[in-house]
C-alpha cells in the first residue's frame, strides 16, 4: 500500500513511523522544512517514548519525509493529521486544514489513482461533509464517492503513549457514505488491527464521537476534581481512596480519576472549548459541559489557596515549580497547568525556579529570563520557601528528606499525591487529602 501522511505532528509522525514499520510505503509530509531535515536524520521533534526507536526504523525500511506534496500522487490512501487549533473565542481554526486539502485537491486531479482521504484530525461535526469534501472536488474536478474517497477517521491516541496507542487503538472509527472506498478502508484496518471494533457510521457522528470522547474525559477529570476538593476540606478523607472504590464499579471504571491541578495539554481543553462553542451555534444547551470548563478553570486556584494559607504573602518569596509538562513522559508544555500557575504567580512576584526532566527547554521559550531553571530537582529546591508538585513525573516519588534538606521552609504542596504516604519532615499539603486528625 503507498501511503501518503499531511502534518507531521505526534499524530501524523506516530502513523507514518508505525505504518512504514509494517512494511507500507510511507509519504510523510510537513511543510516545516527544518522539522522534515530533523525527521529524516532519525531525530524526532517531540519527546515521545519509542517514537524515535520506531522512526529510525522505519526510515530504514521505507518511510520517506518531504515537504513536497507532489510526492503522494501514487498514494491509495492520504491521511491527514495536521492541527486544528482554537481561536481565541474558542471556536476551531480551520485554516492549516483548508490549506492542506486544497494541496491534496490539486494532487488527486493529477493522479491515476482512486485514493482514499481519511481526516483524523479533529474537526467539529460537518466540517467533512460541508467544507473539506466541496474543497478536495473543486480543486480536484473529480467526484467524491466516485472517483476518490473520502472518509472522517478520528483517533485517540493519548500523548506519551503515541506508539502504543497508534499500533493498538480501542476502537476504529469510519465515517462517511458505503462505498467501494468503506469497504476497503474497512479491509485496510481489520488487517492491520485485528479484532478491533470498527464502527462504521456517518460523517457527522463519527466527528461527533471524538469530541464525546474528549468531552467525557475532561468530564471524569473535572467531578474527580471536585470531589478532591470537598475531600480536602474533611479531615483524615483521602480522594484517590475514593476514587480506587468507585472505580470498582464497572459502570464507573477506575481510569481518568486522579485529581489533580485541572487537565491541560492540546486537546482537552481545546476540544471543551470547540465542542461548548460548536453546541451554542446549534442551539443546544451546553450547561453541563461549561460546568465542566468552569471546574477546570478554576482548579488551580486551590494549589494557589493552600499556598497563601501556609505562607500569607507569596511576594518575593521563592517558590519551586516541580514539573512544567502537561503531563509525565512528554515535554508538550501546550496548555500545562503548571504554565497556567507559573503566570499567576509571577504576577505576585513571586520568585520561580522550575525543574521538569523534559520539558524546561520548551518553558525557556516562555518565560525567558524571569524565572530560573535548574538542572536538577535538588539545586531546585535550593533555598525555595516551597515546592508545588505539578507533573506526575516518576523521579519526583523519589523526594526525600534529603532533597529538601536546603529549602528555605519545608513546605510541599503535591497536586498529584505521590508523596502522601511518605514521612517527611516540614509541612506536606496535597490536593484532596483532609488533614490528618
Ligand atoms: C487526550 C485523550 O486522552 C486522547 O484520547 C485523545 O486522542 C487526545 O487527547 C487528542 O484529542 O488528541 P492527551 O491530550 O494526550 O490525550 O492527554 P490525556 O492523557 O488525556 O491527559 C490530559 C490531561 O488530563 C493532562 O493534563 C493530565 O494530567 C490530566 N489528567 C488525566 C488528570 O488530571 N487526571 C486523570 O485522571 C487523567
Given at each position: 500500500m503507498n501511503i501518503g501522511i499531511i502534518g507531521l505532528g505526534f499524530v501524523g509522525l506516530s502513523l507514518s513511523s508505525v505504518l512504514a514499520s509494517k512494511g507500507h510505503a510511507v509519504i510523510g509530509i510537513d511543510?516545516?522544512?527544518?522539522?522534515?531535515?530533523?525527521?529524516?536524520?532519525?531525530?524526532?521533534?517531540?519527546?515521545?517514548?519509542?517514537?524515535?526507536?520506531?522512526?529510525?526504523?522505519?526510515?530504514?525500511?521505507?518511510?520517506?519525509?518531504?515537504?513536497?506534496?507532489?510526492?503522494?500522487?501514487?498514494?491509495?490512501?492520504?491521511?491527514?493529521?495536521?492541527?486544528?487549533?482554537?481561536?481565541?473565542?474558542?471556536e476551531i481554526e480551520l485554516s492549516m486544514i483548508k490549506k492542506a486539502v486544497k494541496s491534496i485537491g490539486k494532487i488527486i486531479k493529477i493522479t491515476k489513482k482512486n485514493p482514499i482521504i481519511f481526516i483524523k484530525s479533529t474537526v467539529i461535526p460537518g466540517t467533512t461533509k460541508k467544507i473539506i469534501l466541496p474543497i478536495l472536488e473543486k480543486e480536484s474536478g473529480k467526484t467524491a464517492d466516485k472517483e476518490f474517497g473520502i472518509i472522517s477517521n478520528p483517533e485517540f491516541l493519548q500523548e506519551s503513549n503515541a506508539i502504543r496507542d497508534t499500533k493498538c487503538p480501542h476502537v476504529i472509527i469510519l465515517g462517511g457514505t458505503n462505498t467501494k472506498y468503506m469497504k476497503r478502508a474497512k479491509a485496510f484496518f481489520s488487517k492491520m488491527h485485528h479484532n478491533v471494533p470498527i464502527i462504521i457510521t456517518k460523517y457527522q457522528t463519527a466527528e461527533m464521537i471524538k469530541y464525546a470522547n474528549n468531552s467525557f474525559l475532561a468530564t471524569k477529570i473535572s467531578f474527580i476534581n471536585q470531589l478532591s476538593n470537598i475531600c480536602q476540606n474533611i479531615p483524615d478523607a483521602d480522594v484517590d481512596d475514593v476514587a480506587s472504590a468507585i472505580g470498582l464499579d464497572p459502570r464507573i471504571g477506575?481510569?481518568?480519576?486522579?485529581?489533580?491541578?485541572?487537565?491541560?495539554?492540546?486537546?482537552?481543553?481545546?476540544?471543551?472549548?470547540?465542542?461548548?462553542?460548536?453546541?451554542?451555534?446549534?442551539?443546544?444547551?451546553?450547561?453541563?459541559?461549561?460546568?465542566?470548563?468552569?471546574?477546570?478553570?478554576?482548579?488551580?486556584?486551590?494549589?494557589?489557596?493552600?499556598?497563601?494559607?501556609?505562607?500569607?504573602?507569596?511576594?518575593?518569596?521563592?517558590?519551586?515549580?516541580?514539573?512544567?509538562?502537561?503531563?509525565?513522559?512528554?515535554?508538550?508544555?501546550?496548555?500545562?497547568?503548571?504554565?497556567?500557575?507559573?503566570?499567576?504567580?509571577l504576577k505576585n512576584k513571586v520568585k520561580i525556579?522550575?525543574?521538569?526532566?523534559?520539558?524546561?527547554?520548551?518553558?525557556?521559550?516562555?518565560?525567558?529570563?524571569?524565572?530560573?531553571?535548574?538542572?536538577?530537582?535538588?539545586?531546585?529546591?535550593?533555598?525555595?520557601?516551597?515546592?508545588?508538585?505539578?507533573?506526575?513525573?516518576?523521579?519526583?516519588?523519589?523526594?526525600?528528606?534529603?532533597?529538601?534538606?536546603?529549602?528555605?521552609?519545608?513546605?510541599?504542596?503535591?497536586?498529584?499525591?505521590?508523596?502522601?504516604?511518605?514521612?517527611l519532615d516540614g509541612e506536606y499539603y496535597a490536593i484532596g487529602i483532609g488533614e490528618k486528625r
Open positions: 511543510t516545516d522544512k527544518k522539522k522534515c531535515l530533523e525527521i529524516r536524520n532519525g531525530k524526532s521533534p517531540i519527546y515521545e517514548p519509542d517514537l524515535e526507536k520506531t522512526l529510525k526504523n522505519a526510515l530504514k525500511k521505507s518511510l520517506k519525509i518531504s515537504d513536497n506534496f507532489s510526492l503522494i500522487k501514487n498514494c491509495d490512501m492520504i491521511f491527514v493529521t495536521v492541527g486544528t487549533p482554537q481561536k481565541i473565542n474558542g477506575k481510569l481518568f480519576l486522579s485529581a489533580g491541578p485541572g487537565y491541560g495539554g492540546s486537546c482537552l481543553p481545546k476540544d471543551m472549548s470547540a465542542l461548548i462553542n460548536f453546541g451554542g451555534s446549534v442551539g443546544a444547551d451546553t450547561a453541563f459541559l461549561k460546568a465542566v470548563k468552569k471546574t477546570n478553570d478554576e482548579q488551580i486556584n486551590s494549589i494557589i489557596s493552600l499556598m497563601k494559607k501556609r505562607l500569607g504573602s507569596l511576594s518575593n518569596k521563592k517558590i519551586t515549580i516541580l514539573g512544567t509538562a502537561f503531563k509525565p513522559n512528554t515535554d508538550d508544555i501546550r496548555d500545562s497547568k503548571s504554565i497556567e500557575l507559573i503566570k499567576k504567580l525556579s522550575v525543574y521538569d526532566p523534559k520539558a524546561l527547554e520548551n518553558t525557556k521559550r516562555i518565560f525567558g529570563n524571569k524565572i530560573v531553571y535548574s538542572k536538577s530537582l535538588t539545586s531546585a529546591l535550593d533555598k525555595s520557601h516551597a515546592a508545588i508538585i505539578m507533573t506526575q513525573w516518576k523521579q519526583f516519588e523519589l523526594i526525600s528528606n534529603k532533597s529538601l534538606h536546603n529549602m528555605k521552609n519545608k513546605l510541599i504542596i503535591d497536586s498529584r499525591r505521590m508523596l502522601a504516604k511518605k514521612e
